[in-house]
């Protein structure tokens, strides 16, 4: 699997899953965001960080960079791409996921581990197809601006089409307001599109890769795309 | 002839000035004024901690540098692996402007790491405040929890450690102390020479503008209530800047160093901190020119560019074929990059506006800050914090209910309300999160790992100044040797009051000799340090505080640590007899909570303490011991209740003899202590090898980790595992 880590001045997750990626066999390469192609990847990831700093709103002006209009073209003709945390975030501001992140209610940082309770029902997706049947994913998250905020008919038509992905939960899978590390509606922490090609979340899977540094669970995401590459 | 209120306002005596035109045999330039003004601030120029310096072990068979010679110190991790560290100081800034103030002193540390050449892998935080009750202290204490978090969080650099602390004499002025570790290999390392005639002075990264104009100097000078005027004295950082000249600097120490001769970044003093002390270790002149320092603000006076902190700007020393090469290096990154001098014959700094001299001068008359020598403080009759009788307490009368209300003190309650806050992970190399004793790190790309922490309590400084100091090294020390790690070597941030008050120069000398000589015996050489000195409020000097920040190296991390405890697991004590008399609460945070005494004795023997951690090392490393604990601030009952908490296990005692004073068991903090978790297969093996070093050892109870409900018992305590974590966190 070759994956292009889409990496802006103020990244800093691309390293991160360099290493998840090694960890589970693909082939990592970085694109630098002054380029125009992608070459030609089987998954794009735009890792976490600050983009070109987020002073003003969180990847507000990423989107406007060289390489954006390559992964949209990309994601439109059913490329597979995920957006994490900062990532996440960049592909709401450019259309590719309805949405947007707003401040943490706490209005402070946090960095912790969450558990993830994946919809039984969601929508057929690369990145989802062959998660086992483990109650929840624990995957830590790290952000200031992860409270996932869409009006009501945009909720109401991820909630409808089962476009929903993750919520925020219990190890056990129980999903409630007071596993909620953000305050995001819902208990959203991460979305599809319409497709299922397009992957956004605000939990870090690439720093759940190896058990010496917490856990794992992050690399049934990875080990689900290859399964479906092989398809 | 200069005026008072001039020479005030840049914190230099009159003997001071007087010596500037002695050394220059005529009067200053304004440029030069302040030039010198800065550079002998005490921040900058150590005035009264040099001498005493020379007290300190800098050698050792790992050390790579010599302190102060370079940004921080380094030390070999064998393999071409190189770790360099450095602990600095931001207190004034951090008094009166909380989030920049702490911003920017993680921002300064990461420069001097990166400025080396190296990946700063780590962060850790040594924080101290006042009074809670006063309202000041917690719009401080998240201001600069804020800060730290909103410019680390953004750089992409772990937060992993530290400590923060409460005592009322830091009320006012808190301490701010941030330590950086980074790590890459041997051959990377850059120093922060300038050297070769003709080579350009090229200033990179953000713009220069009156931000921070002599904080130098503002940070040594004592704290005054009109102080919060001094806000402009104060920089604002720009996470995002730093973040792009950390990887440029990085980038081009691995790929292109053959391009330069040196890297120095600006922090106290700016340019010409900068710009001479870069000269003076090449031995070579050099000729700046301001009218080439990009500016931010219109109209800035030399004296303005020279002085200005503002934050995020690296000066690099190209070789003169390579000019165009760095420049085009840091354009990629998006900073702008411009020669603004160069290195020239002699040995003279010489500052140009275009045509116009504005200051010329040796550089070493500059740089060679007079010193004070306090040796002659090293004794003192009527110190007043020592006195050795301790007014008599009762003995606590309701266990349970004395561990809730000291696990709810703010200096032991769970501190995860700052922790959270900062990403402690990022890089993928964190093993031990903040929160459970010393961090372990992940060397990257190796097996290795290394283990770092802070350490310091006031309270035992300030009872005894020597004594108290070795025992920050001696905690620190074993901080990692609980984690497996063996001490390498430590860095120190000196933080006292005003040196010309006689009792804070006492505490100063003997701290720095406590220190020196705990570091001998533990062969943990000290390789950077820094000193925050004049922080004193109008309610008089802060609790002494050398905090130590140290470092300790894990060979091979995959074969090491059981991050969790197995039911049945053995607890033992390692170091004393179980039962404690009244004087072993001397300095304790039980004692100071009931009585907000600083009386009695404290003492540690550190031969002992050596034997007991390479004791507990070789324990380790014969495979005997699976987690251990070391046994400090609160006691032993307190460290009993955070393995129960951290591992989320319950624990039984056996039916031990507790016929000792139950406080002073409980809560004394008897130094050279640790629990040790093990088997109960090992635990004959692990009393022979104790006797045959003649290390008290006896066993203590059975940790339970099954479907019963988990307690921690211990003869009249008898308490469930959410009782213990609802008082643990709910202070902060």
């Known amino acids: 699997m070759k994956v292009a880590i889409v990496v802006f001045p103020g990244t800093w997750s691309d390293e991160d899953c360099v290493y998840a990626m090694q960890q589970v066999g693909a082939e990592p390469y970085k694109v630098w965001h002054t380029e125009k192609k992608l ?113 009501k008919s945009t909720l109401k038509s991820l909630l409808k089409n089962n476009r929903i992905a993750f919520q925020y939960s219990n190890p056990n899978g129980i999903i409630d307001s007071i596993y909620n590390p953000n305050g995001s509606i819902a208990n959203i922490a991460g979305i599809l599109n319409e497709h299922g090609n397009v992957l956004g979340m605000m939990p870090h899977p690439e720093r759940a890769c190896d058990n010496l540094i917490g856990g794992e669970d992050g690399n049934y995401i990875w080990k689900s795309v290859i399964e479906s590459l092989k398809k | ?127 101290r405040f006042g009074d809670l009750a006063q309202g000041r202290t917690k719009y401080l204490l998240d201001g600069v929890i804020s800060g730290i978090s909103g410019y680390g969080n953004c750089v992409g650099v772990p937060t992993v450690g530290g400590e923060i602390f409460f005592d009322d004499s830091f009320t006012g002025n808190p301490l701010v102390n941030v330590m950086c570790v980074g790590t890459g290999k041997k051959d990377d390392l850059i120093s922060a020479t300038a050297e070769g005639l003709e080579n350009p002075l090229i200033l990179v990264g953000s713009d220069t503008g009156r931000d921070g104009i002599h904080g130098a100097t503002f940070a040594s000078v004592d704290l005054s209530e009109d102080s919060v005027s001094d806000r402009p004295a104060v920089q604002v950082g720009n996470p995002f800047m730093e973040k792009l000249l950390m990887e440029a600097c990085v980038e081009l120490a691995q790929q292109h160093k053959e391009w330069i001769v040196g890297l120095q970044d600006l922090g106290a003093a700016g340019l010409t901190s900068s710009a001479l002390e870069a000269a003076e270790r090449g031995r ?64 003279n700094v010489i500052i140009k506006n275009e045509d116009e001299i504005l200051a010329d001068s040796k550089i070493n008359i500059i740089t060679d800050a007079p010193t004070y020598n306090l040796l002659d ?107 497996g790690a063996k001490p390498l070597a430590l860095t120190d941030c000196l933080n006292f009051g005003n040196p010309d008050n006689d009792v804070v120069a006492f505490q100063l000398v003997n701290s720095v000799k406590g220190i020196a000589d705990a570091a001998n015996i533990l062969d943990t050489p000290v390789i950077s340090g820094n000193a925050s000195l004049y922080n004193e409020t109008i309610n008089g000097s802060i609790a002494p505080t050398p905090v130590i920040g140290m470092v300790g190296l894990i060979e091979n991390i995959s074969k090491k640590l059981v991050r969790k405890i197995s039911n049945n697991k053995k607890l033992l004590l390692l170091g004393s007899e179980l039962n404690q008399d009244f004087s072993s609460l001397a300095g304790s945070e039980y004692y100071y909570s009931k009585t907000k005494s600083h009386s009695g004795v404290i003492s540690i023997d550190m031969q002992f303490e050596k034997k007991i951690q390479d004791c507990v090392l070789n324990l380790f490393a014969k495979g005997l011991v699976s987690n251990a604990q070391d046994i400090a601030d609160g006691g032993l009952l307190i460290a009993i209740a955070e393995l129960c908490m951290n591992y989320s296990v319950g624990f039984t005692a056996q039916d031990v003899d507790l016929s000792g004073r139950l406080d002073a068991t409980f809560f004394g903090e008897k130094e050279s202590r640790l629990l040790i978790c093990t088997d109960e297969e090992n635990i004959n093996a692990i009393f022979d090898y104790a006797k045959q070093l003649s290390v008290p050892c006896e066993e203590i109870g059975t940790f339970h980790n099954d479907k019963h409900e988990k307690k921690l018992i211990f003869g009249p305590v008898d308490i469930k595992l959410s009782e213990l974590n609802i008082a643990h966190e709910k202070t902060f």
Request: aromatic content about 8%; some cysteine; glycine content about 8%.
């Open chain 2, 377 to 483: 403080k090293e004794h003192l009759n009527d110190y007043p914090f020592s006195d050795p009788n301790m007014p008599v307490i009762d003995d606590l009368k309701d266990p349970n209910q004395a561990l809730v209300e000291m696990l709810s003190l703010p200096n032991l309650s769970s501190k995860q309300f700052a922790f959270q806050q900062y990403d402690h992970q990022v890089q993928n190399n964190t093993i031990i999160k903040p929160g459970f004793g010393a961090a372990i790190i992940r060397v990257p790309g190796t097996d290795k790992a290394l283990a770092m922490t802070t350490d310091c309590n006031p309270r035992k400084v300030q009872i005894d100044p020597y004594t108290g100091s070795q025992i920050a090294v001696a905690e620190a020390a074993r901080n990692l040797v609980a984690v």
């Open chain 2, 1 to 127: 002839m200069i005026s008072k209120e001039q020479l005030e306002k840049i914190a230099m005596s009159e003997e001071e000035y007087n010596l500037v035109v002695e050394r220059l045999n005529r009067e200053p330039t304004d440029v030069e004024l302040g030039m010198f003004s800065a550079l002998w601030s005490e921040h900058c120029g150590y005035k009264h901690t040099r001498p005493l310096f020379q007290f300190f072990p800098t050698e050792g068979k790992r050390v790579l540098s010599k302190t102060g010679e370079e940004n921080a110190g380094a030390i070999d991790l064998g393999d071409g692996d190189v770790a360099v560290f450095k602990v600095e100081s931001h207190n004034h800034p951090s008094a009166v402007e909380p989030y920049e103030g702490a911003a920017t002193g993680v921002g300064g540390i990461l420069r001097d790491i990166f400025a080396m050449g190296m990946r700063p892998i780590a962060l850790l935080d040594s924080l």
């Open chain 1, 39 to 151: 070459g030609n990847p089987d998954l794009v990831i735009i890792p976490g960080g600050f983009s070109y700093g987020d002073y003003l709103r969180c990847g507000a002006i990423a989107r406007f960079s060289n390489i954006m209009e390559d992964i949209i073209t990309y994601a439109k003709s059913g490329g597979l791409v995920i957006g994490i945390c900062n990532g996440f975030q960049i592909l709401c501001e450019s259309g590719l996921l309805p949405g947007v992140l707003i401040r943490n209610d706490s209005l402070q940082f946090r960095c912790q581990d969450t558990f993830l309770k994946l919809n039984d029902n969601v929508i057929d997706s690369p990145f989802l197809n062959s998660i086992n049947e483990s109650p929840s994913l624990k995957i830590p998250i790290s952000h200031g601006s992860g409270n996932y905020f869409a009006d």
């Open chain 2, 284 to 347: 070579c002149g050099v000729e700046i020119d301001i009218a080439k320092v990009p500016q931010r603000e219109s109209k800035m006076t030399g004296y303005e560019i020279m002085l200005s902190e503002s934050q995020e700007r690296m000066l690099v020393i190209a070789k003169k074929e390579h000019e165009q090469n760095v420049i085009d290096h840091f354009k990629k990154w998006e900073l702008s990059a411009n020669v603004v001098g160069k290195v020239i014959n002699g040995e």
